[in-house]
């Protein structure tokens, strides 16, 4: 009950250097789901589906209008805020911003850039990357403040498409470029640390959020839009929401937290994620006399196959390194044909564990955990977040 305290009166957005981000698990709130997992990841998901408390099948998916209505778009704007406290103290030339996929930082740093009137680098096209062509870093010769909201556009894992992302990180770090911001996906920024090497210049994220976070989250955003939803677990029955109009104790003991608190284990505290399993998995009764609505088992079918072969595997990290990949470019960062690459790709998106998102591929949020799990326990080179 301590922690759950602690927790209400966090505020929801935390952006901590990266030294000091702390996911769930390593909450005790979170201690039996981390446990319980490791002891046997599908006799959990088969006890969940046998304890269901309300028939799924009974439930309907919301239409579209209703949903933006109660899943609104994330408004990154407070995080940006948050950052541009943190770094009114840093006299760095370059600060990195980093959070991992689906987790806002490009438009985290958009934002900054915009409120501090920092000018936007526009990132270099695939032929200059394909080319190893670094005329793009000469335009940012001139800017003296400035901004880079997604470094994963600037570079490709090849000899020629690194030459640029090694030549402007090196003259910005010396701070010949003046002073900057960087967001970055947390997956590249490892991959760059490993090749180029980027010590010294601070690093910042977004803090984990709690389940206890997550649930005053949702109600909140659901709130401002003129909503009072009751939602309730499929799996539990119990309301997962505080009463909007709730005060004190009793705003913290009218609904149970340890759902979303399982749910923010799973997504490690990220808050992108877990926007996009909430809006996904949220259903409505198909007999309209109940009014209210219910969140479907939130970590269902979001797991990788075991068997997922090398050629898969490598597609999914390379996915993850660059943050999404259209297949022109993904043909040319990996060791084996296009054709092949191409085959590897089709059967993630026929899974569902890729999808597509302005033209690239990228991993599903569903199947971001999962994948992480997988690509860890292969020891491929991970995110520190």
Known sequence: ??????????????????????????????????????????????????????????????????????????????????LAHQLKDHESPVTFFITPPHGGHAAVVNHWAEAHLAACVPPPTLRELAEGDTQWVERCANQHHWAVPALERHFLRHTQGLQGVREFLERALSGRLGQGVIGCDSWTYAYLQQVIGIDGAPVFTLQSMEGEQLSRYFAEIATRQGQ????????TGKALLPDPEAKGNEASSNYDNKELQRLA?????????????????????????????????????????????????????????????????????????????????????????????????????????????????????????
């Open 265 to 385: 284990a799973h997504c490690r505290g990220h808050i992108g994620v877990a926007w996009h399993y909430w809006r996904e998995r949220l259903r409505e009764p198909s007999e309209e006399s109940e009014q209210h609505l219910w969140l479907v088992d939130a970590l269902a079918d979001a797991e990788l196959p075991a068997d997922t072969g090398d050629i898969a595997t490598l597609v999914l990290h390379a996915l993850l390194v660059h943050g999404g990949l259209d297949d022109d470019s993904l043909g040319q960062v990996l060791p084996f044909s296009h054709h092949e690459a191409l085959n590897a790709r089709l059967a993630l998106k026929r899974k569902g564990v890729v999808s597509n998102c302005e033209g690239r591929w990228q991993i599903a949020p569903l199947s971001y955990a999962s994948v992480r799990q997988l690509l860890e326990s292969r020891n491929y080179l991970v995110d520190p977040l």
């Open 1 to 82: 009950m301590g922690e759950q305290s602690s927790s209400a009166n966090s505020p929801l957005w935390r952006v901590v250097e990266l030294d000091q981000f702390r996911t769930p698990e390593h909450t005790q709130a979170s201690q039996w789901r981390r446990s319980l997992r490791s002891a046997s990841i599908w006799l959990v998901g088969k006890k969940d589906a046998e304890q269901q408390m309300k028939d799924e099948g009974e439930l309907r998916a919301l239409p579209e209008v209703r949903l933006a209505h109660l899943v609104p778009p994330i408004d990154w704007s407070p995080a940006a805020h948050a």
């Open 228 to 235: 009072y939803p009751s939602v309730y677990s499929t799996r």
